[in-house]
């Protein structure tokens, strides 16, 4: 899950990495009591969940007499499409120079891979496309706590000796924060010391619970529904709903709406042993997707009982036509069911999906 700006950098502060001075609105009036405190100038920032806020018009440089204007201004924005509810005010920086600092998971390596430029800020991408040298990146074991002296020097290269601390203290917030990614740029130089001036720290989502995180916020309210229930469940844009049991079936099942020239509202696995309640918590789900008009049920009955699967499905009494597919396990009385309520139950697993396709066109 991303942290927003002002979430991130607090937890670098906890961690000692100095941070500008700043304060959190959330209407333009509030930022009139704090300017004595932040400083003749100030820097506003839409605290909203996209990369290169500064280009999309997401931060805005304003002195004490128009901060409230230029609040105003930044609160009436959408950037990239999203409303801006919150704003950091901070001090404005006296900036030297810009670096680029983060920390992330190296897929080959298995274990954090730091990145270091001396060019940082809002053209980091292009400029480590144009020179591949300017970005500098070392790989550490695993079990390291601190960033070894010799591996320490091939980061920073001739860029001041007392942005070290700032990366051991990062590092840290990676280990200890269970991050996926934890970035800072710029990290900037001023007269008076080396600054976040700006903050991201991702972290892994299978680790919230242990982060005493309760709510993803990455995730949709029916994606949370769905963890809620322990369902494998991913949002896709077409109009047919899916529920299997197992990954295997259900990702068949979606291939072959592919190969029928359908498009899959969904991959939802509602696991083994599923029950009616299950069952009819997974047909809800998937048919409160706005686009849904069919949803396709694809169950192999094992420890799933068919007549419990037909239980779940009419009990969720839902408006999108159900298709079912199911064998195994008391198919009989399941396809007895079925048919009692006027629900369509296929022989094959072809047979269910053409027909999904064929009521959704
Ligand atoms: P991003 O565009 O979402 O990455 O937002 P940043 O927080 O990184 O800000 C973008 C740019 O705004 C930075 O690279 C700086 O050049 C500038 N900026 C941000 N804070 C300050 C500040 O306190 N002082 C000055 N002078 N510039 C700032
Ligand atoms: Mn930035």
Redesign the pocket.
């Known amino acids: 899950m991303k942290l927003l ?1 002002y979430e991130a950098k607090s937890v670098f502060k906890d961690f000692g990495i100095p941070v ?1 001075k700043s304060v959190l609105i959330r209407a333009p009036e509030e930022v009139a009591p704090h300017l004595a405190a932040l400083g003749d100038t100030v ?1 506003l ?1 839409a605290q909203v969940d996209v ?5 999309a018009g ?2 805005l ?1 304003a002195d004490d007499a128009d901060a409230v204007r230029a609040a105003r201004d930044l609160f009436s924005r959408e950037i990239k499409g999203l409303p801006v509810r919150e704003i950091l005010v ?6 030297t120079h ?1 670096y680029y600092l983060s920390i992330a998971i190296d897929r080959s390596t298995k274990g954090p891979v730091i990145l270091f430029a001396d060019a ?3 053209d980091i991408e292009s400029a480590a496309q144009e020179d591949a040298g300017a970005v500098r990146k070392v790989t550490l074991p695993p079990l390291l706590t601190e960033v070894p002296a010799f591996l320490m020097r091939e980061l920073l290269g001739d860029a001041p000796k007392d942005l070290a601390p700032v990366i051991n203290r990062l590092y840290r917030v990676f280990r200890e924060k269970d991050a996926m990614l934890a970035e800072i ?2 990290l900037v130089t001023t007269e008076k010391g080396v600054y976040a ?2 903050a991201k720290l991702i972290v892994d989502d299978n680790a919230l619970a242990r982060q005493g995180i309760a709510v993803n916020r990455d995730l949709t309210d029916r994606e949370q529904e769905a963890e809620k229930h322990g369902f494998a469940y991913v949002e896709l844009d077409g109009s047919i709903g899916v529920i299997g049991n197992g990954a295997g079936l259900t990702m068949s099942t979606l291939d072959l709406i592919e190969f029928y020239q359908g498009r899959a509202a969904n991959f939802l696995d509602v696991g083994g042993g599923a029950d009616q309640d299950r069952v009819q918590h997974a047909v809800r789900l998937v048919a409160g997707m706005p686009d849904v008009k069919v949803i396709v049920v694809n169950l192999l009955g094992g420890i799933t009982r068919c007549d419990e699967v037909a239980k779940g499905i009419i009990a969720a009494g839902v408006a999108p036509t159900v298709i079912v597919r199911m064998a195994g396990t008391n198919e009989e009385e399941g396809r007895r069911l079925l048919a009692e309520h006027g629900y369509r139950m296929l022989e094959s697993m072809d047979a269910a999906v053409k027909a999904a396709v064929e009521a959704a066109a």
């Open positions: 700006e500008p820097v920032k990369g290169g806020r500064g280009k997401g931060i440089k901070e001090e404005r920086l006296p900036i810009e940082g800020g809002v740029n710029p001036a700006d």
